[in-house]
């Protein structure tokens, strides 16, 4: 059996499929996974990923690719480094992170950004695709690295990631083998780079004008890329097509032309040319750029007949001119076009023949417009008057061009576009020179151009139609083969023949060609032109013979070229030899300029004696040199002759200065050897020095020029490798030396000027010419003088710097700018230390406070040159320098160069830094000792905005990094006394903490900042050895001194810089590798100081626990399980002092609270404290018990902090409501007044942002709370930061009970806001005596009055809620809860918000409590049901005529008990009267804090569960019946417009029920002989219960006397049925239990002041005890006997009542209709004042007994916030589609208000939605017991309505019989 090989330890490879693992042993692979291979065997590899090292497994070879890597580091630590080009390692890396990053764009949906890293991604890895390919020249690489470094850089700036630092070729940057100063610069270059970059995309995206500016500002030649996709015209014969750019404003071409031959086949002549007729136009500057016009103009002429409709035998190859296209390119060529790809359509306008326009001037001349142009016209006005015109009748005939502006040269192009440029492209250059002439741009071309003539048409009866043609010739007569070139994209011809125009004297041709000819034969060559008449007649076209013939030389007899402009030619006769005969006529005159000038000289007509005769034609031509080797300019030729010029050195010299620049740089080699050659054949006289100095400056400044900028390479490379003047540096030193000692001639002020600026390159000449002559002769006496002219030079320029500055400022500056750029020149030839010594002196010279910053840029450069790197010439230099900065930083510098402090500073610090300087230590200890501590200084007053701290922090960085520990122990043995030490250590500590807390530098130079930190980490090691040592024994102990050492470490340690487990894990791991975790570092190094302190500790506590915790919160285990134990140590402490940890545990809870807050801490942090503070507790005598509870209490706190810290980033607000109130509630049991107010007002923010007015009202009321009514000045800690610090108690409460009004008015709690008014208005009125403000609030009191009356407010309704299982918070796992709904928020809404928190929690089924896998279940269940609030009326109201709207407020608000009811029968149920058998199970829920409160939810403490017999069900149904009944007679009685429909649905039910068998089935199941034998104790309730009955019947009686008073023709036959019933019914009930008479003082109006009608809601105990005169002696007896009862609650519908509902509730609502009614009563009796919004919720939410049936006026409309869901259907037909439904009252003793009891549940059964029975009954837990009775509803007839019904509710029917539940779950 073969066994697992192993692999090499460096076995990598890269996961390249995903792979799922089927088996325990093997390993899950995802695409992009590093493993490292450990073993093979069979296709399988055995190892581990790098994501997750501690997990080995298999996995499939096949899935693999494996790599070359190595590996670094062990175990957990290892990484493996792939074995590949960098540049590939760190795009490796890069895609990966950024991979990450466009995962979540993704999931955040941020598409912009998601589809920019998507380019950015695939541009990448396309690119590194190429480098791995190997494939590509070291130029394309080079090329391809910089776009890679540039895109990589790029992006990791937008999407926030660290910058890479990198050096001039692209390599990253080694922190390590870097000099602080040189990182800084880098990181400064690259982001500025970056930002540029991210500018120039902003500006692409939003303007194409910014985006041109911003890519061509540093770009001075441009190029224009022209692709002819296609030519439509109707010609029939062949055709040239000449493309160029033109300036309409100047009338002037441009460029040269651009040539296109176009076949009579529609197609190009060239069928391989086909799609790729590009051209580029080369050459354009940016003061193209700028014209205010500019064209693309093609002029089209005909190549063929003479006329298009000649035939065969006419002449045939004639060009003619055709037609023009014109473009208006303006925004083109300024870069507005960015699309290469668009194509732009010309069109094209045909031109007319002269004859053809005479022929329509003789017929139609009245019509004949401008926009006909003829053939003769010039052709720039042709091109003119085509752009003038508006619009060209094309008739769909033109060009189709696209075309882009791109920046660069033909190279650059050619490298930067490659897609569209390429080799085959055609080069139209610019007819003259670009902006810059580059290096080596050899060029020698002459645009000639045919401007026109005049001809005589001499026997001919019509003009000539006159053909030009062009050759070049050489002065032999011999034709120069293809030197003429009609335009770009052919080769050159011999011979060019012009355009012909028909029968036209004057032709004006404007055709331009170019001719190139060597330039070594530029000067035998000639143009010559010959004229012949061409007849369209071909036979006549062949005798035709030349008739003229003219010719011009192409350079002047003194070797200048011919001159640029326009030449006027002398035509000769054409048709003798003589005029082929070239040595004939090159001895005439060939220009009418040439022929003036001759016969001023030899006189009038001597040259024609004997030679060709002149005819009376003219010709004229223009020309233009574009030569980089020929001159036009007499001077510059003198000169490069200067042998054998005529004119003498002097003039020469003279004249040379005033040559044109361009014309210069094209000679410069020629020009400067002939300076160094008339310098050299001289030498023995001093007659041209001065001359030939000022030359050579003028032509060195002339290079300095930014247009000739680019030839300096050339002026180096003539210096090198072709300057040759071996004395040149006598001549050239004593001239310089001349002008400096006589510097004060104000006459040669301004040539000393120019010399200094060219003095690099003179002494670059200086220097060359003394190396030539040494080598050559050696080393000789001369040496001397040499160097002797060297110091002289130094000493004029010391005697010049000492001078007054108002004489010489401007000469001074230049000798401190130019200077310095001599030094690597003159050391080559000068004793190195001597030269720095001079140097030195130099500087020394200069006055103090002159010149400054010039003198601190001079040395920059000093510093920055060979001379400063050799150690000996340091030991000179850098004393100087630190004198100059030392003088510069020093606090008394009025005016500190800081710039310039700065940039010599980071020079001199970068050198010292250099590796191959030679011995430096003692430099560095010298700058150490005299700028340390000034630039510390510096720093620390620096503002942090500027722009100059950043340079200043790198120097300080640099020094620190530089010194060694013997240099640490050196500079502060410097200080001369121990206060000295504790100022320069108190100082730097808190500039290292401010630098700290501020960063210098952005976030993302990352390199930049770990560098900092590992210098700061050293230098505060160090300066511990020093407190150790120096500070810590009792006589010299230093407390803030030590302080501020530990500030300083702990803020060092807490760094968002340091923090590792932030970051990416390839950063993680980058930082580690390469600076190691430095937190542990120096958070052992704290707690060893800690330990140091000794007895000293006492004095750091409290003041220290807050850094400590700080510190100990960093979430690195290992850091945290060291530093814990010192709270332990800080509790000991101040046990042992003050035999307590008071101040230790204030302080620690303090800070803990605004720590965790802040974002630190977890739960292992929780668990680890918990456990080391409590092991060492333990362990101590005197700690264990009260250090133990003391732990408990940090523990309980960090884990409420940690909730209260997790919820405010989840967007619940309840959440994090719930959350502040658990903390604020752990405050005030601690007493801690400042954070418990603190919490205080963020909850009030949270519910006012909510609009939880109410409770934020209640939480004010807490703060009120602390206050009293005095006037001593608050506590700091009493007052919010909203309000001002200087306020009273009586102050500040006041503010707190207006703020709280305010908000309870908001919340409509008017009953509270009258409260807290009355107390405010008494402090008002016998306090402080402000009436003005008692007035204001008396009058804000009475509108809470009326609002009490008169404003609608909709009851809230309450639910049960259980939060069961392991996945939800502390504060809610496995606690019920009471909410209190929003306003109108039903069962169903309150349902859908509570899913919306937990959209992943499992509705429970039942309401039974869970069980233990539930609430030990790792997932969440939630168990939800509504609740009925229990009434706690007020004393004041109880037994009084309290009116609806007060009782309304009390039956939802100030309640603390919940109730929830059940039906169910108890032993076997009797088929006859189910009502014998069935109970009521009530279950109570008491709450921690009554409703409302600070939240809208309350935990519940206790939960009790009873259950009511069906007697007592009975007595609450019947009572409650009754005082329906009595409510609504009342109601009938007093508000005489009520409808009757209400009152007679009542009436009938009853009456109809009962004798139908309602009472009969209390009578059978509780009358019977049997039940009062079984239950004797039942008696008193029997007797309470036929009370009830008897009872009914007076009310009944009242009831239908009103309704027949009220009863109309329709309704008679139902009042008639109705009396008709309750004449047996009462004859029944009178019988059995005796009559029973009202008082009249129950139908007695009452009035109110105002004369408005107070209707007091009558209760049953009301009743009972207003009908105790009785005809029957049992009434008075039983009316308040059994007090103990348990009273009604108003939730079940009376078995009497009717057995068809009468209007539909919903189910959730659980109202029974004696409430319905009540509401329903104070609603009719408002009427007039509520609006219907406010009718409808009293009507459809509070009554079955609908109103919504008496008038459109009380019929409301639900508010659009209630309408989801809201299906409610109109009275009497929906409401007969209802199941039955049970009720279930609570308990009530007969003299208690009757509503108290509107608390019940009612459940139907069989409903999807009802939740399930309640949990099984208990022993009741507090507060006594309470009971439920249950009735059944029987259904009613069916009655029509006259609306029609709404759909109805999905309930699911059952018997009329059988009870039902409702579960409220189902809303």
Not at 64 to 79: D, F, M, P, Q, Y
Not at 863 to 878: H, N
Request: charge should be neutral; charged fraction near 25%.
């Amino acid at each position: 059996m073969s066994r697992w090989e192993p692999r090499p330890r460096d076995s990598t490879g890269v996961a390249i499929y995903n792979y799922d693992a089927t088996q325990q042993h093997e390993l899950s692979l995802q695409v992009g996974d590093t493993l490292h291979i450990l073993e093979t065997h069979q296709g399988w590899y055995r190892g581990y990923c790098l994501r997750n090292k501690s997990k080995k497994g298999i996995f499939p070879a096949s899935y693999i690719h494996v790599k070359e890597t190595r590996a670094e580091g062990e175990g957990l630590e290892e990484t493996a480094v792939p074995s590949e080009v960098p540049l590939v390692q760190e795009l490796t890396m890069t895609l990966r992170e950024w991979a990450i990053i466009w995962h979540k764009l993704y999931l955040s949906g941020n598409k912009t950004m998601f589809q920019h890293v998507q380019l950015m991604t695939y541009s990448l890895i396309e690119w590194r695709s190429q480098i791995i390919s190997g494939t590509l020249p070291k130029d394309e690489l080079k090329e391809l690295k910089g776009k890679v470094i540039g895109k990589i850089d790029y992006g990791n700036r937008i999407l926030g990631l660290d910058l890479v630092v990198r050096d001039g070729n692209g390599n990253v940057l080694d922190p390590d083998h870097t000099s602080t100063v040189t990182l800084y610069k880098a990181h400064q270059s690259i982001s500025l780079g970056i930002d540029d970059r991210i500018q120039e995309e902003k500006s692409r995206v939003h303007t194409m004008e910014s985006r041109r500016q911003s890519i061509f500002s540093t770009t001075h030649t441009y190029s224009l890329y022209i692709n002819l996709k296609n030519f439509v015209c109707n010609i029939g014969e062949d055709a040239e097509l000449l493309m160029s750019l033109y300036d309409p404003v100047q009338s002037e071409f441009i460029s040269e032309n651009y040539l296109v031959r176009w076949s009579k086949t529609g197609m190009p002549r060239e069928i391989e040319r086909l799609n790729k007729l590009e051209a580029l136009f080369t050459d354009l500057s940016s003061s193209d750029l700028i014209r205010m016009r500019i064209s693309l103009v093609c002029q089209i002429v005909r190549v063929g007949h003479m006329e298009l409709k000649d035939g065969k035998k006419h002449t045939c190859g004639l060009r003619r001119p055709f037609g023009v296209a014109v473009m208006d390119i303006t925004d083109m060529i300024g870069g507005r076009n960015d699309d290469e790809e668009k194509q732009h359509f010309i069109p094209f306008q045909q031109i007319a023949m002269e004859t053809y326009i005479r022929q329509r001037q003789l017929i139609m001349s009245p019509l004949l417009t401008s926009r006909v142009i003829g053939e003769n016209e010039p052709l720039t006005s042709v091109f003119n008057k085509v752009i003038a015109a508006k619009e060209v009748n094309h008739k769909g005939q033109g060009l189709w061009v696209s075309m882009k502006l791109l920046p660069g040269d033909i190279q650059q192009v050619h490298k930067d576009f490659p897609h569209l440029v390429d080799r085959t492209t055609a080069v139209a250059r610019k007819m003259g020179f670009p902006e810059i002439v580059l290096p080596g741009d050899v060029r020698n071309d002459i645009y000639v151009t045919l401007v026109q003539g005049e001809f005589d048409k001499g026997k001919k009866k019509t003009p000539k139609n006159v053909e030009v043609t062009m050759g070049v010739y050489d002065e032999d007569g011999n034709r120069i083969e293809k030197a003429i070139f009609p335009g770009a994209g052919y080769e050159g011809v011999s011979e060019y023949k012009s355009v012909i125009y028909y029968q036209v004297k004057q032709p004006f041709w404007y055709e331009t060609v170019k001719v190139a000819i060597a330039i070594e034969d530029v000067h035998l060559c000639h143009l010559r032109f010959t004229f012949r008449h061409r007849s369209s007649q071909e036979s006549k076209d062949k005798s035709e013979k030349l008739f003229g013939m003219a010719f011009v030389k192409l350079m002047k007899p003194d070797g200048t070229t011919l001159r640029d402009g326009k030449h006027d030619l002398i035509v000769f006769k054409g048709d003798t030899k003589k005029a082929e005969d070239a040595k004939c006529y090159l001895t005439l005159a060939g220009t009418k300029g040439e022929q003036e000038e001759r016969e001023r000289q030899l006189g009038k007509g001597s040259q024609h004696s004997h030679t060709l005769p002149i005819i009376r034609d003219s010709f004229q031509i223009s020309t233009l040199v574009c030569s980089t080797k020929l001159t036009q300019n007499v001077d510059l030729l003198g000169l490069l002759n200067w042998r054998s010029s005529h004119r003498s050195i002097e003039q020469i010299l003279q004249h040379l200065m005033e040559v044109d620049g361009s014309e210069i740089v094209k000679f410069l080699q020629d020009t400067l050897d002939a300076l160094f050659n008339i310098m050299m054949e001289t030498s023995e006289s001093e007659a041209y020095d001065f001359l030939l100095f000022d030359a050579l400056v003028f032509i060195i400044s002339l290079i300095g020029d930014i247009k000739f900028q680019h030839f300096n390479p050339v002026l180096e490379t003539y210096i090198s490798n072709h300057f040759s003047a071996t004395l040149a540096y006598v001549k050239l030193a004593k001239v310089l030396n001349h002008y400096v000692s006589n510097a004060e001639n104000a006459e040669k002020s301004e040539l000393l000027f120019a010399a200094l600026k060219a003095l690099k390159y003179l002494f670059r000449f200086i220097i060359q010419s003394r190396n030539l002559y040494l080598r050559i002769y050696g080393t000789g006496q001369d040496d001397n003088e040499f160097n002797g002219s060297i110091r002289t030079l130094f000493l004029s320029f010391n005697s010049l710097m000492d001078r007054p500055l108002e004489e010489s400022v401007k000469i001074k500056g230049a000798a401190l700018k130019y200077l310095p750029t001599i030094v690597n020149h003159v050391m080559l030839v000068f004793d190195p230390v001597e030269l720095s010594v001079l140097v030195t002196k130099f500087i020394q010279s200069i006055p103090d406070n002159q010149l400054v910053r010039q003198k601190l840029n001079s040395m920059c450069k000093i510093v920055e040159s060979r001379l400063f790197r050799q150690s000996e010439c340091r030991d000179v230099l850098l004393p100087l320098i630190i004198d100059q900065l030392s003088g510069q930083l020093d606090d008394s510098s009025s005016r500190p160069e800081h710039q310039a402090c700065a940039d010599l500073l980071s020079s001199t610090l970068e050198t010292l830094d250099h590796p191959d300087i030679g011995p430096r230590q003692h430099h560095v200890q010298l700058v150490m000792e005299r700028l340390l501590r000034k630039v510390n200084r510096t720093v620390i007053a620096m503002s942090r905005q500027s722009t100059l701290i950043g340079p200043f922090v790198a120097c300080m960085i640099a020094i620190l990094k530089q010194m060694e520990d013997v240099h640490y122990t050196h500079y502060i043995n410097t200080f001369k006394t121990r206060h000295d030490i504790i100022d320069f250590l108190m100082e730097t500590f808190i500039m290292f903490k401010d630098l700290i807390g501020k960063n210098v530098y952005p976030t993302d130079w990352m390199v930049m900042n770990m560098v900092q930190n590992r210098v700061f980490l050293r230098a505060i090691s160090q300066f511990a050895i020093v407190l150790n040592k120096v500070f810590l024994d009792p006589a010299n102990f230093e407390l803030q001194l030590w302080n501020n050492y530990f500030h300083l470490a702990i803020a060092f340690l807490v760094h968002d810089s340091l923090q590792l487990e932030n970051f990416s894990s390839e950063k993680r791991n980058k930082i580690i590798n390469k600076y190691g975790d430095m937190r542990k570092d120096i958070g052992f190094k704290i707690k060893d100081m800690w330990n140091n302190l000794g007895a000293h500790k006492i004095k750091f506590i409290p003041e220290m626990v807050g850094p400590i915790l700080e510190m100990t919160l960093v979430p690195e285990p290992e850091l945290r399980r060291s530093t814990i134990p010192i709270f332990f140590d800080m509790m000991q402490c101040e046990y042992s002092v003050n035999r307590g940890i008071q101040a230790f545990e204030n302080e620690l809870i303090t800070k803990l609270d605004q720590e965790v807050e802040g974002g630190r801490g977890d739960g292992q942090y929780k668990v680890l404290l918990e456990k080391i503070l409590l092991e060492h507790c333990r362990q101590h005598k005197y700690l264990a018990v009260s250090g133990e509870a003391f732990v408990v209490l940090v523990t309980s706190l960090l884990e409420k902090l940690l909730d209260y810290r997790t919820i405010m980033h989840d967007e619940t607000k309840e959440h994090h409501m719930s959350c502040t109130v658990n903390v604020l509630n752990f405050y005030k049991e601690k007493k801690r007044e400042d954070i418990y107010i603190r919490y205080l007002y963020k909850l009030r923010d949270l519910h006012r942002d909510c609009e939880n007015f109410t409770e934020a009202a209640y939480t004010l009321l807490l703060h009120a709370e602390l206050l009293q009514w005095s006037d001593r000045p608050c506590a700091p800690h009493l007052v919010h930061r909203d309000d001002c610090p200087a306020l009273s108690h009586r102050e500040l409460k006041e503010r707190l009970y207006q703020e709280i009004i305010h908000y309870f008015d908001r919340g409509k709690m008017w009953e509270s806001a009258i409260r807290l008014s009355k107390e405010l208005a008494a402090m008002y009125e016998n306090e402080v005596f402000e009436y003005e403000e008692l007035s204001h609030l008396l009058r804000q009191q009475a509108c809470f009055y009326e609002n009490v009356m008169q404003a609608m407010r909709p009851p809230p309704e309450y639910f049960a809620v259980g939060f069961y299982g392991q996945g939800f918070p502390s504060f809610l796992r496995n606690k019920m809860f009471v909410y209190r709904g929003k306003d109108y928020e039903r069962y169903g809404d309150f349902r859908l918000r509570l899913a919306t928190q937990f959209p992943n929690a499992d509705k429970m089924s039942s309401t039974a409590p869970p069980s233990d896998s539930v609430t030990n279940s790792p997932l969440q269940h939630v168990q939800c049901f509504t609740v009925k609030p229990v009434l706690n009326l007020p004393s004041q109201f109880k037994d009084k005529p309290v009116p609806e709207q007060i009782l309304n407020f009390y039956r939802a608000n100030e309640v603390q008990q919940f109730q929830y009811s059940r039906p169910f029968h108890r032993g076997e149920k009797d088929p006859d009267n189910e009502f014998l058998t069935m109970w009521i199970e009530r279950v109570t829920y008491t709450t921690v804090y009554k409703f409302p409160g600070i939240l809208q939810w309350f935990e519940v403490k206790t939960v009790t569960v009873e259950e009511i017999s069906p007697l007592e069900n009975a007595i609450e149904t019947m009572e409650r019946t009754n005082e329906k009944i009595s409510n609504m007679v009342q109601r009938y009685a007093w508000e005489g417009a009520l409808p009757a429909h209400p009152l007679s649905m009542l009436l009938s039910g009853i009456v109809d029920a009962a004798v139908m068998g309602g009472s009969a089935n209390y009578e059978k199941a509780f009358f019977s002989t049997k039940y009062i034998q079984q239950h004797p104790e039942d008696q008193e309730k029997i007797d309470i219960l036929k009370e009830l009955i008897a009872l009914q019947i007076p009310l009944l009686a009242e009831g239908i006397r009103i309704h027949g008073e009220k009863a109309t023709a329709e309704l008679r036959p139902l009042h008639d049925w109705i009396v008709s019933c309750f004449r047996e019914l009462k004859e029944k009930v009178q019988k059995l239990y005796g009559v029973i008479t009202l008082p009249p003082a129950l139908t007695d109006r009452k009035r109110s002041r105002s004369g408005s009608v107070i209707l007091p809601y009558i209760m049953s105990s009301t009743l009972r005890r207003l009908s105790t005169v009785s005809l029957m002696s049992t009434s008075s007896t039983s009316s308040d006997s059994n007090s103990s009862r348990p009273h009604s609650n108003g939730s079940v519908l009376d078995p009497l009542v009717e057995r068809r509902p009468l209007a539909l509730y919903r189910p959730e609502e659980q109202l029974d209709r004696e409430e319905l009614d009540r509401r329903g009563s104070m609603a009719r009796r408002k009427g007039k004042n509520l609006s219907k919004s406010q009718v409808i919720f009293e009507s459809e939410s509070l009554s079955k007994v609908d109103f919504a049936e008496m008038g459109p006026p009380l019929r409301p409309q639900r508010p659009k916030s209630l309408q989801f869901g809201d299906k409610r259907l109109p009275s009497l037909q929906i409401f007969a589609q209802m199941p039955q439904c049970v009720t279930l009252p609570s308990n009530r003793s007969p003299g208690q208000p009757l509503v108290q009891t509107d608390s019940v549940t009612p459940a139907c059964p069989g409903d999807a939605s009802t939740p399930p029975p309640t949990p099984p009954k208990s022993k009741a837990c507090e507060n006594g017991s309470h009971r439920d009775s249950l009735q059944v509803v029987p259904r009613l007839p069916e009655k029509t309505s006259p609306r029609p019904p709404h759909p109805p509710p999905k309930a699911r029917h059952s018997h009329p019989g059988s009870p039902q539940r409702h579960c409220p779950a189902a809303e």
